[in-house]
C-alpha cells in the first residue's frame, strides 16, 4: 500500500478485555516498529522486527503485551486483561532497509480502557 | 543514545523561517542527529537527518555545530501546515535498526 496502514483507528476496552491491534506495513518493508504515545507525550519504543524475527523487546512493559509478526508483512500487537494506564495511541512503523532515512509511522490506534 | 533538550513550545509568524534548536552536549562521534515532527492525530513524519555536515531537503535546513553539541532545524518559509510537535533525535548508527527516542519536543504554533 502506500503507507503504513493500522487498524482500527479507535479502540475501546474494558479493564481486562483482551485487543488486538493490527500494522501492515509498506508492502515490501523489512523493519517494523511498534511505540507507545500517551496524551502529551513523546513516542515510547515497545518492540522491532526484522522480517518475521523479533530483534527487540525491551520496551514491551509488562508480560501482558505481545506482538507477533508471524510472515513477516502485518503485525499484530496483542495487549492481554487490559488497564487503565494501558490507554494510549499505539503507533507502528515501518522502512525498508534499517531506517537510515528514517521510518514512515501509520496514523495509530487509539486504546482507551474504561 | 544520547538525550536531547528542546524548548518546549514556540511560535512563528506565517511566512517567516521557524528555528528549532536542540541541545545534544552528550552526543558521541557516531550518533547522526534526526528530525521528525508530529501533526495533530497523526503519526510522526521524517524530516532529515545528518551527522555533522549541514544538510537541506525540499522540507527543511539542518545545522548542525562543529562541536555537534546542538543543532537547529529551519523551516525557511513556515506555513500553518507546519503546527506540529517537532522531535529533535539522536540515534546511533542507523544501519542497525535501534530504535528512536523522541523525548517531548517542541511544540510548534504557527500564527497567521
Known amino acids: 500500500g502506500a503507507g503504513v496502514s493500522q487498524s482500527p483507528r479507535y479502540k475501546v476496552a474494558k479493564r481486562g478485555q483482551d485487543v488486538a491491534l493490527r500494522c501492515d506495513p509498506i508492502?515490501?518493508?523489512?523493519?517494523l516498529f511498534w511505540y507507545q504515545q500517551a496524551l502529551g507525550q513523546g513516542p515510547e519504543f515497545l518492540t522491532y522486527f526484522q522480517n518475521e524475527a523479533q530483534l527487540d523487546k525491551s520496551g514491551l512493559p509488562s508480560d501482558r503485551f505481545f506482538a507477533e509478526r508471524p510472515e513477516g508483512s502485518v503485525s499484530t500487537l496483542k495487549i492481554q486483561r487490559t488497564q487503565q494506564e494501558d490507554s494510549a495511541v499505539y503507533l507502528c512503523?515501518?522502512?525498508?532497509?534499517?531506517?537510515?532515512?528514517?521510518?514512515?509511522f501509520g496514523s495509530g490506534t487509539r486504546l482507551t480502557v474504561v | 543514545d544520547a538525550k536531547t533538550t528542546q524548548p518546549p513550545s514556540m511560535d512563528c509568524a506565517e511566512g517567516r523561517a521557524a528555528n528549532l534548536p536542540c541541545n545534544h552536549s552528550t552526543i558521541s562521534g557516531n550518533e547522526y542527529v534526526y528530525w521528525y515532527r508530529q501533526i495533530h492525530s497523526q503519526g510522526p513524519q521524517y524530516i532529515i537527518h545528518g551527522l555533522k555536515n549541514n544538510e537541506t531537503n525540499e522540507m527543511a535546513s539542518l545545522i548542525i555545530t562543529e562541536d555537534r553539541k546542538s543543532s537547529t532545524l529551519i523551516l525557511p518559509h513556515a506555513t500553518l501546515r507546519d503546527t506540529a510537535v517537532y522531535y529533535c533525535?539522536?540515534?546511533?548508527?542507523?544501519?542497525?535498526?535501534?530504535?528512536?527516542?523522541f523525548g517531548t519536543g517542541t511544540s510548534l504554533t504557527v500564527i497567521p
Open positions: 533525535i539522536v540515534r546511533v548508527n542507523p544501519n542497525t535498526g535501534n530504535q528512536f527516542y
Open positions: 508492502s515490501g518493508h523489512v523493519s
Open positions: 512503523a515501518s522502512s525498508l532497509g534499517l531506517g537510515r532515512y528514517g521510518y514512515t
